[in-house]
């Protein structure tokens, strides 16, 4: 089965998962979403599977967050418009298997979900 990452090539974490797919034969789908920003139908289908709402896949260390988003309520909705335009924000890396996906940190959430 086919596995999708949500991958920063920057983040050391979000290669480590890449190379354990590859390693294990996964066939691995990259979406770089910093040079792809998903769309609204694509994080709201990630955020199902994910089972999560917007807010818990922010990086709150984010320099952006902090300067614009820190101690500020949004709503769902809001929190897509944001993720949209500073895909920075999203955490990564996130590995989708079939309807379920899970952040890889820790890395063994990546493990456990394909086995």
Not at 32 to 45: N, Q, T
Not at 48 to 65: F, M
Request: net charge neutral.
């Amino acid at each position: 089965m086919k596995v999708e990452v949500y991958h920063n090539p920057r983040c050391s974490k979000s290669r480590e998962a890449v190379n354990y797919l590859n390693e294990q034969g996964h066939e691995v789908q990259i979406i770089e979403y910093l040079k792809e920003v998903p769309v609204r139908a694509d994080l709201e289908m990630l955020l199902a599977k994910l089972n999560l709402r917007p807010h818990e896949i922010i990086r709150t260390g984010e320099q952006i967050y902090k300067e614009r988003f820190k101690g500020k309520n949004f709503n769902d909705d809001e929190w897509i418009d944001i993720l949209m335009e500073y895909p920075k924000l999203i955490e990564r890396p996130i590995v989708i298997r079939g309807n379920k996906a899970v952040i890889g940190r820790p890395f063994g959430r990546v493990v456990e979900l394909v086995g």
